[in-house]
């Protein structure tokens, strides 16, 4: 069974940083595209960045310059760190993890809660 636990979420003020973590059981992070999705209230949950099993790394235009995801396999965690935040950046943020076989496979966490103040 696929767990995927998010970490490391919280309240900052605009300029500030945090960095998220998401803790996987059951699934290798290096045989998934892992990513980082947000939703805000009101709003569709959107991709923030995705590391693909090659290593491969890809950011929404809005995060690009000041948030990087990592990958650690021997601990097998994603991480997701975010600089420069803005109070747009405030959202439940989720982990990821995406496989490809006969069909698509999504597994998520639970998200954690990230409140950028102005």
């Known amino acids: 069974q696929v767990h995927l636990v998010e970490s490391g979420g919280g309240l900052v003020q605009a300029g500030g940083s945090l960095r998220l973590s998401c803790a996987a059981s059951?699934?290798?992070?290096?045989?998934?595209?892992m990513g980082w999705y947000r939703q805000a209230p009101g709003k569709q949950r959107e991709l923030v960045a995705s590391?693909?099993?090659?290593?491969?790394?890809n950011y929404a235009d809005a995060v690009k310059g000041r948030f990087t995801i990592s990958r650690d396999n021997a601990k097998n965690t994603v991480s997701l760190q975010m600089n420069s935040l803005n109070p747009e950046d405030t959202a439940v943020y989720y982990c990821?993890?995406?496989?490809?076989?006969?069909?698509?496979?999504?597994?998520w966490g639970q998200g954690t809660q990230v409140t950028v103040s102005s």
């Open positions: 990821n993890a995406m496989r490809f076989g006969l069909v698509r496979v999504d597994y």
């Open positions: 590391i693909t099993l090659g290593g491969s790394t």
């Open positions: 059951g699934i290798a992070v290096s045989s998934a595209r």
